[in-house]
């Protein structure tokens, strides 16, 4: 198994792992590389900065009354994306009760923008920096700075009348520092 490399995407598949620990167990020194070209790297290290370890949040989007989608996948390719967008559906249709509301800020069109009560272009860059003050605004009751995007205070404003029933989620293509400021507003918002 000398020189013997094998290269997959990551995997939580039992069945592989035990293929390839049988192919290790013939071939000792052969290697297992796992390896994806778009990564959930930040969304881990950003719960790991938000509480100290990696973990993975399942979000009830059900009970959501108010959701800000930060350039988020949440609906169409998130780990769950099938579950999220079905209770998603569940709170946006009027003739079952009261509908969820729902900011998206995207640099380009996702299916939770198109479904979006508020949907907002803004450059990744400026999701960032939005994210910050918005965290700011939540977290520490700080007035809506100048220079910020006109969303911004309708917004935090929302998510802090709608405590216990708010969920901020930011997309996997945004840095760790951003999903570790999702995770303390969902801490604090309760939701």
Same mark, same amino acid.
């Given at each position: *198994?000398?020189?013997? =490399?094998?290269?997959?995407?990551?995997?939580?598949?039992?069945?592989?792992?035990?293929?390839?620990?049988?192919? /290790?167990?013939?071939?000792?020194?052969?290697?297992?590389? /796992?390896?994806?070209?778009?990564?959930?790297? &930040? %969304?881990?290290?950003?719960?790991?900065?938000?509480?100290?370890?990696?973990?993975?949040? %399942?979000?009830?989007?059900?009970?959501?009354?108010?959701? %800000?989608?930060?350039?988020?996948?949440?609906? +169409?390719?998130? $780990?769950?994306?099938?579950?999220?967008? !079905?209770?998603? @559906? +569940? =709170? =946006? #249709?009027?003739?079952?009760?009261?509908?969820?509301?729902?900011?998206?800020?995207?640099?380009?069109?996702?299916?939770?923008?198109?479904?979006?009560?508020? !949907?907002?272009? #803004?450059? &990744?860059?400026?999701?960032?920096?939005?994210?910050?003050?918005? @965290?700011?605004?939540?977290?520490? +009751? @700080?007035?809506?700075? +100048?220079?910020? $995007? $006109?969303?911004?205070?309708?917004?935090?404003?929302?998510?802090?009348?709608?405590?216990? =029933?708010?969920?901020?989620?930011?997309? $996997?293509?945004?840095?760790?520092?951003?999903?570790?400021?999702?995770?303390?507003? #969902?801490?604090?918002? *309760?939701?």
């Amino acid at each position: *198994g000398d020189g013997l =490399r094998i290269l997959t995407g990551a995997t939580t598949s039992p069945t592989l792992a035990r293929q390839i620990a049988a192919l /290790q167990q013939r071939y000792p020194a052969m290697r297992w590389h /796992q390896w994806e070209p778009v990564s959930r790297d &930040p %969304v881990r290290a950003g719960a790991k900065l938000a509480y100290g370890r990696a973990v993975e949040i %399942v979000p009830r989007v059900d009970a959501a009354d108010v959701i %800000v989608a930060l350039d988020s996948d949440l609906i +169409s390719s998130a $780990p769950g994306h099938v579950r999220f967008a !079905r209770d998603f @559906a +569940s =709170r =946006r #249709n009027p003739t079952r009760g009261p509908m969820s509301r729902v900011y998206a800020i995207e640099p380009a069109p996702s299916l939770i923008g198109v479904a979006a009560d508020h !949907r907002f272009i #803004n450059a &990744p860059d400026d999701i960032i920096r939005a994210t910050a003050m918005l @965290a700011d605004v939540v977290l520490r +009751s @700080a007035a809506v700075p +100048s220079g910020a $995007p $006109p969303w911004l205070g309708y917004a935090a404003a929302d998510l802090k009348a709608h405590t216990g =029933r708010a969920f901020v989620h930011a997309g $996997p293509h945004l840095p760790a520092e951003v999903h570790a400021l999702a995770h303390v507003m #969902n801490e604090a918002l *309760g939701g």
